[in-house]
């Protein structure tokens, strides 16, 4: 697998990625089981108390997670997640979420998500376990 082969494979899910799409998430840079995103918070994605909703900020980590343990081009799916809140995000802000594989099984894969602001502070911590489904994500054989 090649640092060409994940960005294609990125660029197959994002044309049918109407969420990350919706969200106005980016793709800035893949690899094999590596991805990095960015979303700049909007007033839409803002909770009662003015901060980005925690709706928002797992959106954007589960969507870098997803990058990463398809990066390979296995198809694969979240099988766990949890997510830590460490400070909030707010209107303006440019965060960033980088996904690496910790353990990437057969079957099983394990990957850590960091969520960071322009700051550089980190907002939130993910971390997920995905399960292959078989099939590429291509589509091609």
């Not at 893949?30 to 980005?52: F, I, W, Y």
């Not at 980590?61 to 997803?66: I, S």
């Not at 502070?121 to 994500?137: D, N, Q």
Request: net charge neutral.
């Amino acid at each position: 697998m090649s640092h060409n082969a994940a960005w294609h494979n990125a660029r197959v899910m994002y044309q049918r990625d109407t969420c990350a799409q919706a969200l106005g998430i980016d793709i800035i840079e893949m690899d094999e089981g590596v991805a990095v995103l960015t979303m700049t918070v909007t007033p839409h994605m803002l909770n009662g108390h003015q901060t980005c909703h925690g709706g928002q900020l797992f959106s954007l980590a589960d969507t870098a997670f997803a990058y990463a343990c398809n990066s390979q081009g296995l198809a694969a799916v979240a099988s766990a997640c949890n997510i830590d809140f460490l400070r909030p995000g707010f209107a303006g802000d440019k965060l960033t979420a980088t996904a690496r594989v910790k353990h990437q099984g057969k079957l099983t894969g394990v990957y850590d998500i960091e969520i960071i602001n322009q700051q550089q502070k980190t907002v939130a911590l993910f971390r997920g376990k995905s399960h292959r489904i078989g099939g590429s994500v291509t589509g091609e054989a």
